[in-house]
């Protein structure tokens, strides 16, 4: 090897090996710091573009949970008003039905026939109140139902079919106009509010159906946001066990190459004693 004082060939190389160890050293830091091993698209592309689809999915999956959130509050808000219409209805069938005594005196009839008027309205308005965000599926507003989202492309729908618990209604046949003032009137009531309990009972199990299928899918749901978010972390999360050793490896190599570098600088000197 040429002994100059222009080149120095070993110092050259120790600064090679050491720039190299500081980038390593540098790409470890970078990784401690974030807890990712792939930050960015420059660290690895093609395993940052997968990633950020992924990423991608999970906030499309965080708008479709926020809807059945709101499908869940919809249809809970449904069930007690219908369920307590239907303690309603119970009430009602006791007063229709002690006014189907042909001995009732005149008074007694139109004492039940009061408590009967009461009852009828407090159905109307649990129907008119049983309202969520804007939304009301008994009141017979929402003559197709709504539609909540149920997967990320934003394509599939979960729907809630309305049900009209209004009086005069499909479901509750019994009018405003309906009153308990004669035997025969009474009866006449006794065979809608029967039929009207019927239906009752069937819309709310169907009802609470769909609001289990809403819970269900809801579930489904976070599952997979969590398996998403599992997924995406075997890609890019760093291993820190695994980088806190290698660190420490990488700060012994930057320090036995700044001595051989300060060694190699060193080199030239022995040319002086040529000249002595």
Do not use: C, Y
């Amino acid at each position: 090897m040429t002994n100059s004082v222009h080149t120095n060939n070993s110092a050259l190389i120790a600064l090679q090996n050491l720039n190299k160890t500081n980038d390593r050293l540098a790409d470890v830091q970078n990784r401690v710091n974030t807890g990712l091993k792939v930050n960015g698209a420059k660290d690895n592309a093609s395993i940052w573009a997968i990633a950020q689809g992924q990423r991608a999915d999970m906030s499309a999956l965080s708008a479709v949970k926020m809807s059945l959130d709101r499908a869940t509050s919809v249809v809970d808000v449904a069930l007690a008003a219908g369920e307590n219409i239907s303690d309603l209805l119970n009430q009602l069938k006791e007063k229709v039905v002690a006014a189907t005594d042909e001995s009732l005196k005149t008074q007694s009839r139109e004492l039940l026939d009061a408590d009967f008027q009461a009852i009828l309205r407090a159905i109307q308005q649990a129907a008119e109140n049983a309202e969520f965000d804007g939304s009301n599926l008994l009141d017979g507003s929402l003559t197709n139902g709504i539609r909540f989202l149920a997967n990320a492309e934003a394509d599939a729908f979960i729907t809630l079919s309305s049900k009209d618990l209004s009086l005069s209604g499909s479901i509750i046949s019994i009018t405003t106009s309906s009153n308990l003032q004669t035997v025969t009137e009474a009866n006449d009531v006794l065979a809608l509010l029967d039929a009207s309990i019927d239906n009752l009972n069937s819309a709310l199990g169907e009802m609470g159906s769909q609001g289990k299928q809403i819970a269900a899918h809801n579930t489904f749901v976070s599952k997979l946001q969590d398996t998403l978010e599992t997924g995406i972390g075997n890609l890019v999360d760093a291993d820190l066990a695994k980088e806190s050793a290698r660190l420490q490896a990488l700060q012994v190599q930057q320090q036995l190459g700044a001595q051989a570098l300060s060694i190699a600088n060193q080199a030239p000197q022995i040319i002086l004693s040529l000249f002595r």
